[in-house]
């Protein structure tokens, strides 16, 4: 079985391959994390502070709207990234949760 860090390789890898030394630059910036299944990582109203790379599992990304009803936007799962990226590009509070829906692992970046 892969691990995390050769899935984020082997996905970048099919996007632009890199150099071995951009490689170990990109591969030092990630931190493994795991979750449990129904955790919410963001909250809304809070600033979205990692890029997550999931590894395994599958979360959403959901809001509640004006009359309390929660509409789901985006699920994300293995490999692909997630998080609530127009939070953490911005550095603006999150209008989204996002939420393990499994138990998820994934490699993490700040």
């Known amino acids: 079985m892969k691990t995390a ?3 984020l390789r082997a996905l970048i890898g099919q996007i632009h391959p890199l150099p071995e030394v951009d490689r170990e ?3 030092s ?3 493994p994390f795991s979750a449990r299944r129904k955790e919410v990582l963001t ?3 809070e600033r979205e502070k990692y890029l997550y790379f999931v590894a395994e599992g599958v979360q959403r990304v959901y809001y509640f ?3 309390g009803r929660e509409a789901t936007i985006v699920f994300t799962y293995a490999p692909s990234f997630g998080g ?3 939070s953490l590009l911005l550095q603006e509070p999150s209008r989204y949760y ?3 829906l499994t138990r998820s692992e994934f490699l993490r970046a700040s």
Do not use: C, K, M, N
Request: glycine letters at 4%.
């Open 5 to 7: 860090l050769d899935q």
């Open 25 to 27: 630059a990109l591969a």
């Open 29 to 31: 910036i990630w931190s």
């Open 43 to 45: 909250l809304a109203g």
């Open 65 to 67: 709207d004006e009359f």
């Open 84 to 86: 609530v990226l127009d």
């Open 98 to 100: 996002f939420e393990t």
